[in-house]
């Protein structure tokens, strides 16, 4: 299962641009959801990016803050990592939101 974020412009509400798509495996769950991280995407619906921007600011700083205890998270399986959540999911989203801060978040999951 995975995560899959759309920002949504306000005035059409369409989400097939791949540029405001993010997809990513539950498997890193355990790094969003550690207490200093607190980053929790399934209460994004419906929100505008700029209500969130702060959360990922935060959550980004302090997964770069100890990159070993969440490296020490990284899934068995190899579903997910550290590095891929930062460069390809959270960089990304806090780039868009903040370009685009009234856009709208889809959530599923």
Same mark, same amino acid.
Request: a neutral charge; glycine letters at 2%; proline letters at 4%.
């Given at each position: 299962m995975s995560y899959d974020v759309y920002l949504l412009c306000p005035y059409?509400?369409?989400?097939?641009?791949d540029e405001h798509w993010w997809n990513y495996t539950f498997n890193i769950s355990?790094?969003?959801?550690?207490?200093?991280? %607190? !980053?929790?995407?399934?209460?994004?619906? %419906?929100?505008?990016?700029?209500? !969130? !921007?702060?959360?990922?600011?935060?959550?980004?700083?302090?997964?770069?803050a100890n990159p070993e205890k969440y490296i020490a998270m990284n899934p068995s399986n190899n579903w997910g990592d550290y590095n891929t959540l930062l460069s390809c999911f959270l960089k990304p989203?806090?780039?868009?939101?903040?370009?685009?801060? %009234?856009?709208?978040?889809?959530?599923s999951y």
């Open positions: 059409c509400k369409k989400h097939d641009d355990p790094m969003l959801y550690d207490k200093d991280v %607190n !980053i929790d995407i399934k209460k994004w619906d %419906n929100k505008k990016a700029k209500e !969130i !921007i702060s959360e990922l600011e935060e959550g980004i700083k302090a997964l770069k989203m806090l780039k868009a939101f903040k370009e685009n801060p %009234n856009f709208i978040i889809e959530v």
